[in-house]
């Protein structure tokens, strides 16, 4: 069988979890399939969303979002060095990463790419 069809690009398209309202250029994690914010746990970090995007009235999946994958700048916790680059980042919140899971109640944001003065570079999404 060959090959259904051929996607170049960093754009991605989600249905959004219950409850769930997800401001512009935050990060956000697929939960059983559901796009949704970064604190919720057990997630896996999907991309940047483009757009707002409420579905605080709707069931799971009555609205969809867009992510952007690829290399994200967010900012430091402070314990994050060029020591860590190649290794994953947890978000401690949707604009800041640490190297620190903090005993397993943090998302990865995903793999360390470059580290500066002004924040971590973080490739995010799936």
């Keep these: 069988m060959s090959a259904l069809a051929e996607r170049e690009g960093r754009k991605r398209d989600y249905p959004v979890k219950a409850g769930a309202v997800i401001a512009p250029n935050t990060p956000a994690v697929l939960v059983s399939g559901y796009l949704t914010t970064v604190d919720v746990l057990t997630g896996?970090?999907?991309g940047v969303t483009t757009f707002e995007v409420d579905n605080s009235l709707g069931a799971d999946g009555a609205a969809r979002a867009e992510v952007v994958t690829g290399e994200h700048k967010f900012s430091n916790a402070g314990d994050i060095t060029i020591a860590h680059v190649g290794q994953t980042a947890y978000f401690v919140t949707d604009?800041?990463?640490?190297?620190?899971?903090?005993?397993?109640?943090?998302?990865?944001?995903?793999?360390?790419?470059?580290?500066?003065?002004?924040?971590?570079?973080?490739?995010?999404?799936?």
């Design 44 to 46: 896996i970090a999907a």
């Design 95 to 126: 604009g800041q990463v640490s190297i620190s899971d903090d005993t397993a109640t943090r998302n990865a944001a995903g793999k360390i790419t470059q580290v500066d003065v002004n924040g971590v570079w973080v490739s995010v999404g799936v």
